[in-house]
């Protein structure tokens, strides 16, 4: 935490109302228990920082989706109970966002105190970012703070707009790490430069796959998207997922690197089910599934690639482990089911592996994350695990997101 922004602003923050942006869009139960609450974890090291400073904080975050209306279901009360056990100190749970209630509650907070704003997402000018709504939020404080890097990818009234009317904007300890992580560490690698690219389609990874390209040295390519680039090629996939649509993209991807010295590695083999079982439907057996595997380029017309197989497993995880820098997005086979994780497995001990060996070890994306959970590994035993599924997408595909744009980031330039 040393150097960092706040840290730097630290003097500046007593007595002064900070209107802190945090994502505590966490799950619940039907009760409305939160169920997971790493999200309220992660952010109290950001609050404490504040509070400690003598800073009155005032938080928003958004929950779910109630589509610019109160929805009872999406109040925060449950996220302050919370954030309160957490934190050893009272949460003031406000019922509105804005306006004079919330005005006359603030007015009360003492040097340290802390008090939630409802659901952000209750009022039709945050997503809109309409300026009116940001000016009405800004009025609520003296200082900004980002540490919603989730919603970073949206110009929402509290991730950017607000920032037009209200400075200093800084990130909190979170959205900087993120910055740094996913921006200045993977702009100026440590070579050789690796990413793993996999998930179900090609489609949903055009631009990160075009970005990527250009910068690493090996792309490793894994998941359902790797049968796009073999059947352009003119490989057999059978049944397995492809996107006849995204064929002569996938053609341009491998000439762009054949262009740059990129080293493309598909799968050499795949492991494979009977076509049609529809497994997440028809809710087969996770660690049961009858597998055979076959060369990547020539699946039977009833069988359908699933994960990459046992010697493309191998030789990614012996890719990994000759890089200095990794990133990694999607998983490479349907990890969801014990019978198809082997291969997002293998290359989630290689990273943890080449993390232990001092190399720098990136995961962005909801479902990478979730697989690494799955295998019971600790964030701790890689470099960075994003907090933010979409928005590390769109960082990774080098656009500039607006909840980090709106931000005063002196050196620690993105
Ligand atoms: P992330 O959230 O990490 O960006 P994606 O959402 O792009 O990842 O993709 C994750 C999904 O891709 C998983 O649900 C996984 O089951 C699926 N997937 C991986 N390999 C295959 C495959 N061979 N065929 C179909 N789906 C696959
Ligand atoms: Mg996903």
Known sequence: MAGTILEKHISEFKAKRIFLRLDLNVPQDAQGNVTDDSRIVASLDTLKLLSDAGARIIIASHLGRPKDKVVESLRLDPVAKRLSQLLGKPVTKLDEAVGPKVEAEIAKLKDGDICL????RFYAGEEANDPEFSKELAKLADI??????????????????????????????LMERE?????????????????????????????????????????????????TFIKAQGGKVGQSICEDDQLALAREILEAADRQGTAVILPKDTLCIQAGLNIFKNNQPSDK????????????????????????????AKLILQSRTIV????????????????????????QEL???????VIGGGDSVAAIEKFGFAKSEFSHVSTGGGASLEFLEGKVLPGIACLDLEQAAC
């Open 117 to 120: 704003l409802e659901n952000i």
């Open 328 to 351: 990694w997005n999607g998983p490479v086979g349907v990890f969801e089911f014990d019978s198809l994780e082997h291969g997002t497995r293998a290359c989630a001990l290689a990273l």
């Open 179 to 227: 910055i740094e992580m996913l921006g200045n560490k993977l702009n100026k690698p440590e070579r050789p430069f690796t990413a793993i690219i996999g998930g179900s389609k090609i489609s949903s990874k055009i631009s990160v796959l075009k970005s990527l390209v250009n910068k690493v040295d090996v792309l490793l390519i894994g998941g359902g998207m790797a049968f």
């Open 355 to 361: 993390t232990a060996k001092g190399g720098t070890t």
């Open 289 to 316: 599934l009858e597998t055979q595997v076959y060369k990547s380029n020539q699946i039977p017309d009833d069988k359908e690639g699933m994960d990459i197989g046992p010697e493309s497993a191998q030789e990614f």
């Open 144 to 173: 900004y703070v980002n540490d919603a890097f989730g919603t970073a990818h949206r110009a929402h009234a509290s991730t950017a707009g607000i920032a037009a009317y209200l400075r200093p904007a800084l990130p909190g300890l």
